[in-house]
């Protein structure tokens, strides 16, 4: 679904250089929930950022299915930031003076011209409230952010993620802001979607005990990824996914 050759990304801050990313190489496999673990600093945020297309590369490229996606131009990249990925961060970046519903909706207010829009919002306005419904919140249609608390808020944020049906959900330490209880249900919600929805998912946590509930663990060590990280224990539940072209 996803391959990362050989990807190199150097940070330069005037005179000092942190190499974070060092000939990387990895495979997501399509409809696999996989996670990467690793210290704080070792790259992780880093290699999701350059598989969603957020960053690009010094060396090296990206493959969605086959095609390189790591120096499309700007309109083809933003087409798929839009429509192929879904981005989920640890501290929501919801817009605070629009409720749930709006909020969910950015993805396609942005994604279409304005009589496009018009045309077509309240289909996109009843998958919204669908998509709610289905994290959980189809009672917080009319909230605003500061009147959820941290789980409803990344519920609002995974919505939002779904709302354009993407491929992929790149998930940044999506439980890194929330207690351990309210964490385990946005796994478990993540776990859902991907058996449900046939999502394929890529989730970098510092968090060991979240990782259980996926397919897979790598983790990140001196700019590159191991397999099968010590200690970790991915679930055996990997399925193929029934369809060929998820
Ligand atoms: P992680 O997500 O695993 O904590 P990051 O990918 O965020 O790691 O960062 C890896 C390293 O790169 C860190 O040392 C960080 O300080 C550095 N870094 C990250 N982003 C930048 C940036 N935009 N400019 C300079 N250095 C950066
Ligand atoms: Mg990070």
Do not use: C
Request: charged share 25%; no cysteine; glycine share 8%.
């Amino acid at each position: 679904m996803l391959v990362a050759q050989n990807l190199h990304k150097t940070y330069r801050r005037h005179a000092v250089q942190v190499q974070v990313l060092n000939g990387l190489n990895l495979e997501v496999r399509a409809g696999e929930f996989l996670s990467v673990v690793g210290a704080s600093g070792s790259g992780k945020s880093t290699l999701l950022h350059l598989l969603g297309t957020l960053d690009a590369p010094d060396a090296g490229q990206i493959l969605l299915e086959g095609r390189r996606i790591d120096n499309l131009p700007a309109h083809e990249r933003d087409l798929l930031r839009n429509r192929t990925f879904g981005y989920i961060f640890q501290f929501y970046h919801l817009l605070p003076e629009f409720n749930t519903l709006d909020n969910v909706l950015m993805p396609a207010y942005v994604g279409h011209s304005l009589f496009n829009w018009w045309q077509t919002r309240s289909q996109w306005r009843r998958r919204a409230e669908d998509l709610l419904k289905k994290v959980g919140l189809g009672h917080r249609l009319k909230h605003r952010p500061r009147e959820l608390s941290g789980g409803e808020m990344q519920r609002t944020a995974i919505a939002r993620a779904l709302l354009m049906n993407p491929r992929v959900l790149l998930a940044d330490e999506p439980t890194g802001n929330l207690d351990a209880e309210a964490g385990g249900d946005i796994v478990r919600l993540l776990r859902e979607l991907n058996r449900e929805e046939r999502i394929t998912i890529v989730m970098v946590t510092h968090n060991l005990d979240i990782v259980s509930a996926t397919d897979r663990v790598v983790r990140m060590v001196n700019g590159t990824v191991t397999d099968d990280a010590p200690g970790v224990r991915a679930g055996q539940n990997f399925q193929q996914p029934r369809l060929a072209a998820v």
